[in-house]
């Protein structure tokens, strides 16, 4: 009795399972399933208050944009010419995407610091991410090719320097007067085997026509450590990069020219320092080797490596295109753009002084 008593005391099961709770999206709060640029390259400045997912222009942000908070008041620039550099600033980083980061910390070592002080500034860089962000919409939205290009030009306010000159290209020698190399004293050898030897910048020419400024198969799965001929050109002409620190590339000899065999990046970064600051950016140390039927004609049905010839019958390796924004490397043309002048000429101010009195000296002597 006493135990029916206490089984009819004892709480009845229940006659089903409880319910689990719902797995729908309204259950748990939205979690993104892949992490943000700027998340996956953070940094001790950076916020580290979470995020809800990323739309798709933030998925181009940097590490300085997370330093921006929403309620900063739009911000009043120092002057026309910092409202320029910033500009100019976010149009390469946003079309870098997250390699901009790179071209972001190689402009705080230059001696042109001040210029790029909005960084250091929470109005400044606010100015600086907000424009950023502008234009890596308008680069997601119609892709990184030159039309694009163009059209975030087009929406500069900021008017360029009516004083800004380019510096003239180095003149590239001629395939008769293309010199025996000699190795170097180190005695050092490439990848290849062969010893390094030493030319002079402007004896090699490029072997494309044109080339992605990204290194590596379009630079995008390296993240925030991408580099971009841009960046490798301005950590050059800050001192940041020595030129015998650029892995050297292999050259061949055709048709009494030496053109490149590899490193058609490389050799382009190191043709803008040289216009930027020809003292300085002389010599190149690079591997000859012999020229093959794959760099004139390609093999096994793919495409020669010699391809320059596409650019016209002029080129022969002078210049080389930009695929990203059509500018070239090289062609000192009247009204041909230079890639990455806009941003350069504010890196290295000095080369404008340079500039303006080579075309000085010249008018004088045309006059004479």
Request: with cysteine.
């Given at each position: 009795?006493?135990?029916?008593?206490?089984?009819?005391l004892?709480?009845?099961?229940?006659?089903?399972?409880?319910?689990?709770?719902?797995?729908?999206?309204?259950?748990?709060?939205?979690?993104?399933?892949r992490?943000?640029?700027?998340?996956?390259?953070?940094?001790?400045?950076?916020?580290?208050?979470a995020?809800?997912?990323?739309?798709?222009?933030?998925?181009?942000?940097?590490?300085?944009?997370?330093?921006?908070?929403?309620?900063?008041?739009?911000?009043?620039?120092?002057?026309?010419?910092?409202?320029?550099a910033?500009?100019?600033?976010?149009?390469?980083?946003?079309?870098?995407?997250p390699?901009?980061?790179?071209?972001?910390?190689?402009?705080?070592?230059?001696?042109?610091?001040g210029?790029?002080?909005?960084?250091?500034?929470?109005?400044?860089?606010?100015?600086?991410?907000?424009?950023?962000?502008?234009?890596?919409?308008?680069?997601?939205?119609?892709?990184?090719?030159?039309?694009?290009?163009q059209?975030?030009?087009?929406?500069?306010?900021?008017?360029?320097?009516?004083?800004?000159?380019?510096?003239?290209?180095?003149?590239?020698?001629?395939?008769?007067?293309?010199?025996?190399?000699?190795p170097?004293?180190?005695?050092?050898?490439?990848?290849?085997?062969?010893?390094?030897?030493?030319?002079?910048?402007?004896?090699?020419?490029?072997?494309?026509?044109?080339?992605?400024?990204?290194?590596?198969?379009?630079?995008?799965?390296?993240?925030?450590?991408?580099?971009?001929?841009?960046?490798?050109?301005?950590?050059?002409?800050?001192?940041?990069?020595?030129?015998?620190?650029?892995?050297?590339?292999?050259?061949?000899?055709?048709?009494?020219?030496?053109?490149?065999?590899?490193?058609?990046?490389?050799?382009?970064?190191?043709?803008l320092?040289?216009?930027?600051?020809p003292?300085?950016?002389?010599?190149?140390?690079?591997?000859?080797v012999?020229?093959?039927?794959?760099?004139?004609?390609?093999?096994?049905?793919?495409?020669?490596?010699?391809t320059?010839?596409?650019?016209?019958?002029?080129?022969?390796?002078?210049?080389?295109?930009?695929?990203?924004?059509?500018?070239?490397?090289?062609?000192?043309?009247?009204?041909?753009p230079?890639?990455?002048a806009?941003?350069?000429?504010?890196?290295?101010?000095?080369?404008?002084?340079?500039?303006?009195?080579?075309?000085?000296?010249?008018?004088?002597?045309?006059?004479?």
């Open positions: 009795e006493a135990s029916r008593q206490a089984r009819s004892s709480p009845t099961p229940p006659s089903s399972p409880p319910s689990k709770p719902s797995q729908g999206l309204g259950a748990k709060p939205k979690v993104c399933a992490p943000s640029v700027s998340a996956r390259f953070a940094t001790p400045l950076m916020s580290t208050k995020s809800s997912c990323p739309s798709a222009s933030a998925r181009f942000a940097t590490p300085l944009m997370c330093q921006v908070k929403a309620d900063v008041p739009s911000p009043g620039l120092s002057s026309s010419s910092e409202l320029r910033i500009e100019v600033l976010a149009r390469h980083a946003a079309r870098l995407g390699g901009g980061v790179g071209l972001e910390e190689a402009l705080r070592h230059t001696q042109a610091a210029v790029w002080s909005f960084l250091s500034r929470p109005e400044g860089l606010a100015a600086y991410c907000r424009e950023k962000l502008r234009f890596s919409e308008i680069y997601q939205r119609s892709g990184r090719h030159p039309a694009t290009d059209e975030v030009l087009r929406s500069f306010v900021s008017e360029p320097s009516n004083d800004v000159l380019m510096p003239p290209t180095p003149a590239v020698s001629t395939g008769s007067r293309a010199r025996p190399v000699q170097t004293d180190s005695g050092a050898v490439g990848s290849l085997g062969e010893p390094l030897v030493s030319l002079p910048i402007a004896e090699v020419r490029f072997a494309h026509n044109a080339q992605s400024e990204r290194f590596g198969k379009g630079g995008w799965e390296q993240g925030s450590h991408a580099r971009s001929i841009l960046q490798l050109t301005v950590e050059l002409l800050a001192g940041a990069t020595d030129p015998e620190a650029v892995p050297a590339f292999a050259v061949c000899q055709h048709e009494g020219l030496w053109y490149c065999r590899s490193g058609n990046r490389r050799l382009a970064a190191l043709r320092a040289q216009r930027y600051d003292h300085r950016f002389r010599q190149v140390r690079v591997q000859a012999q020229v093959d039927e794959t760099f004139v004609n390609g093999t096994w049905g793919r495409i020669p490596k010699l320059t010839h596409w650019n016209g019958e002029a080129c022969e390796g002078r210049w080389l295109m930009i695929r990203e924004t059509g500018e070239a490397v090289g062609w000192d043309e009247p009204g041909a230079e890639y990455g806009d941003l350069l000429q504010l890196v290295q101010p000095s080369a404008k002084r340079r500039a303006s009195g080579l075309r000085s000296l010249t008018a004088a002597a045309a006059g004479a």
